[in-house]
């Protein structure tokens, strides 16, 4: 492995401890290790940390609401993630290890920059279609999957993380991702962009209109809307859960795929809707790219990214240890609740007999974990047909080309967030003519 790395692998814990709360809340080790053992977690934490970055930096640059739509967004991001470790009835996946671990090495850094890399890259690129407010959300919603799926489907693949191996909600899965992944960014993020804007317009006073939308007010007045709206983006999402998914999947025992792609229908229906009645500015005569050239250069390196680890790397040489779901008895179950009342049912451990999570094994070390170990290492495992990932991700590069490149190249130009002028100082000006 070279210089020790990660001097916890192939050991295994039944309850790993802390020295203290900053040890719990923070973790920091050398990434030189994390490098031999897990080479593509690496470049893929460079990627959504370069995409925190530059999207940030374009929202400072851009100044009016963006800088509160990123704050938002973060926000937004770190309620999710908390609330499914901590919520049993959602905490079915795990995160493997990296340089920088937060909350209990339950949060790796890189994921808080995940949220702004998927959901502010796609507001910035969906405000420039114009659409009408009833259906930017369902276009952001889409937008956001667009940028998720290489890394749902390389990441799972080479061991970034693991799912829970019998939860209901998660047990239809397409290369190894649930289906219910792209139903949760859809969902999500078009709940966000509803609360995000929503609410400010409902406030009394502030009926912007689309022309206005992204100009701010007071720093308190916009700090309170954008704190309510990440608080509220969550149980949005979920409430966007309700009208399908339990209903078809719980009580009929719909696939979720079938799901899946009846929420895309719909929202794929509202999004060409809203493009059709777009305003003259959505494709202006002459076209500025602006500051989203920056947000390009992330989009670059992320697709690039993914689709290299198809090509270049072998998930059999990963290896990753730390917190996984508890290896225990088969015949152990958990209530899961759901939305509509019912109580379905998943293992309580991850069986080794008859578990059915192809994408890792435990060839790498001397012998799979024992009874009850929740850290423990596991291995990567080969790809069955190298060529097949390669040309889904590939093609799945190809599409989100030519969708964003048309959104920033051929839509309108970037929002005017330049500061309103009160009423007042209008009237006041136009008298001084």
Same mark, same amino acid.
């Given at each position: ?130 659409? !009408?407010?009833? /259906?930017? =959300?369902?276009?952001?919603? $889409?937008?956001?999957?667009? %940028?998720?799926?290489?890394?749902? *489907? ?124 777009? !305003?003259?500015? /959505?494709? =202006?005569?002459?076209?500025? $790219?602006?500051?989203?050239? %920056?947000?390009?250069?992330?989009? *670059? ?133």
């Amino acid at each position: 492995m070279g210089r020790t790395a990660l001097s916890l692998i192939g050991k295994e814990f039944t309850e790993f401890t802390f020295d203290g709360f900053l040890d719990w809340f923070i973790h920091v080790e050398d990434p030189r290790p994390h490098w031999d053992v897990q080479p593509t977690y690496l470049i893929s934490q460079v990627s959504f940390l370069l995409g925190g970055i530059c999207t940030f930096i374009h929202a400072v640059r851009s100044g009016g609401r963006m800088p509160y739509l990123w704050l938002g967004i973060m926000l937004h991001g770190l309620v999710v993630e908390m609330a499914a470790y901590w919520m049993p009835d959602i905490d079915n996946f795990w995160h493997s290890q990296t340089p920088v671990m937060l909350l209990g090495r339950r949060l790796p850094l890189h994921i808080s920059c995940l949220y702004p890399s998927f959901l502010y890259q796609a507001s910035v690129a969906v405000s420039k279609l114009r659409l !009408p407010k009833w /259906a930017e =959300p369902f276009a952001v919603g $889409l937008t956001v999957v667009l %940028i998720d799926i290489p890394y749902d *489907i390389v990441s799972v693949k080479f061991i970034h993380w693991t799912w829970h191996d019998t939860d209901p909600n998660i047990y239809d899965r397409h290369y190894w991702v649930p289906w219910n992944s792209y139903y949760f960014h859809s969902c999500f993020a078009a709940s966000f962009t509803f609360w995000f804007h929503g609410f400010r317009r409902w406030i009394k006073g502030c009926n912007d209109g689309i022309e206005n939308k992204w100009k701010s007010k007071s720093f308190s007045y916009e700090l309170g809307t954008t704190v309510i709206a990440s608080l509220l983006g969550m149980p949005g999402g979920v409430l966007l859960f309700l009208p399908l998914y339990h209903p078809l999947h719980d009580i009929y025992g719909i696939h979720s795929e079938v799901t899946y792609f009846i929420l895309f229908s719909i929202f794929l229906a509202f999004a060409w809707s809203g493009d059709r009645k777009a !305003p003259p500015d /959505a494709k =202006p005569k002459v076209h500025s $790219l602006g500051k989203s050239w %920056i947000l390009l250069i992330h989009l *670059i390196f992320h697709y690039a990214s993914f689709l290299a680890m198809t090509i270049f790397f072998n998930p059999e040489d990963e290896v990753a240890s730390g917190l996984h779901e508890p290896v225990g008895p088969c015949k152990e179950t958990l209530p899961v609740n759901t939305a509509f009342g019912m109580v379905l049912q998943k293992r309580k451990y991850l069986c080794l007999e008859d578990y059915d999570e192809d994408y890792f094994d435990f060839h790498c070390i001397n012998k799979p974990p024992s009874n009850f170990a929740s850290w423990y290492t596991i291995c990567g495992t080969p790809f069955k047909n190298r060529a097949e990932y390669i040309a889904v991700i590939a093609s799945l590069t190809f599409l989100a080309f030519n969708v964003l490149r048309n959104m920033h190249f051929h839509a309108g130009n970037e929002v005017d967030t330049s500061k309103r002028i009160s009423p007042s100082i209008a009237t006041h000006r136009k008298k001084n003519k």
